[in-house]
């Protein structure tokens, strides 16, 4: 079946493998979890760590994740089967000069992303140079948009990078004056540390519904979604002074059979000299993108499989909406969240 939806033997490891066994004394619970926050707090990385599976982008470049993605998680809380459909969102943040068209479908799409949803999980991380750590303004402008009655859990990620944890005391005691949380998380969700408590925090929060995925269901994209994502996080991670935001890729051709896959994409750059930049010398450049986004494609689709790689020069094509739709950016639908 070609453009399967990548599944559950992927993972690294299942969560909680203790209770499986156990069956669920209680009612099924499940729900819509979003991830918002501004760019870079490791929101993504979060998503991954909880998955087990490194499904979303992640990279030092602000505004890495274009769209909502969708992780789904099962795990047993307080005595109870719980859905979690945790949705990654693009970082909100405010466009300098003319936003595109592409910046003005990210912002709804977070937007759209909190307006409806059961649990928010805001995340936000510090700055770690600074004596007394404060929370960040654009984080409390944030809280402080969320609808008042929302159920919000503060995540406070990265604390791997202070030793002396008693620091995050009065960041906490700050946050906590901004609005009501159900809770306050402190985690380092590049180490996985604290990610099972959010986990179960959250799934405390859930109301009683039946499932909508399966076990082994892990996100509803198709496997070529993230073959175009898995090239386009290698774009930003050895490009990103060249190319920062200046790319798109998209999937000329996916080939599947029961032993491998075969792969046609076309990394879209926006002028000459960018194009240069991404072959490299001799190909150079776009050999090791190729090499490195065909392992992480092959590692979550379980075969190997041959990519085969061009770039090419489309102008302006963060303004054009065909080419967003093609690249998977849509204009948020909520009917469809909800059913
Ligand atoms: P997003 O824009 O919120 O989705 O952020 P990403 O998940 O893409 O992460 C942005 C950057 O922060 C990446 O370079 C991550 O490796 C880094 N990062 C994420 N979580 C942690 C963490 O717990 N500790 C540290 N030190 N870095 C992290
Ligand atoms: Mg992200």
């Given at each position: 079946m070609p453009s399967q939806r990548p599944s559950?033997?992927?993972?690294r490891k299942k969560r909680d493998d203790a209770d499986r066994e156990k069956v669920p004394a209680r009612a099924p619970r499940a729900g819509d979890v979003a991830i918002v926050g501004r760019p870079n707090v490791g929101k993504s990385t979060f998503l991954n760590a909880a998955l087990a599976v490194d499904l979303a982008i992640t990279s030092k470049t602000p505004q890495t994740t274009r769209t909502t993605l969708l992780g789904i998680i099962h795990r047993e809380v307080e005595g109870a089967a719980v859905e979690l459909r945790l949705v990654d969102t693009p970082g909100i943040h405010e466009a300098h000069g003319k936003a595109t068209a592409l910046n003005q479908r990210m912002n709804r799409l977070a937007r759209a992303s909190f307006a409806d949803t059961d649990v928010v999980v805001l995340m936000t991380d510090f700055?770690?140079?600074?004596k007394v750590l404060a929370p960040h303004p654009a984080d409390v402008a944030l809280a402080k948009q969320l609808p008042a009655d929302a159920r919000v859990v503060l995540v406070v990620n990265k604390v791997d990078r202070i030793k002396d944890k008693a620091r995050l005391l009065t960041l906490l005691e700050a946050f906590a004056r901004v609005r009501a949380f159900e809770s306050i998380v402190p985690i380092s969700a590049l180490r996985d540390d604290g990610v099972d408590r959010v986990l179960d925090e959250v799934g405390k929060l859930l109301p009683e519904a039946e499932h909508r995925h399966g076990e082994d269901d892990l996100t509803d994209k198709p496997m070529r979604f993230f073959a175009a994502e898995f090239v386009r996080e290698q774009v930003l991670r050895r490009a990103r002074e060249e190319v920062p935001h200046a790319t798109a890729v998209t999937v000329e051709s996916f080939e599947e059979t029961a032993r491998s896959a075969r792969i046609q994409a076309t990394i879209h750059v926006e002028k000459l000299g960018q194009k240069k930049i991404l072959v490299g010398e001799h190909g150079s450049m776009l050999k090791s993108i190729g090499t490195e986004a065909r392992l992480k494609i092959a590692e979550l689709l379980g075969k190997p499989v041959h990519l085969e790689l061009f770039v090419r020069e489309t102008p302006n094509w963060r303004d054009r909406p065909t080419m967003l739709d093609e690249i998977g950016i849509e204009e948020p639908a909520r009917e469809d969240r909800r059913s």
């Open positions: 559950g033997p992927a993972r700055d770690a140079t600074r």
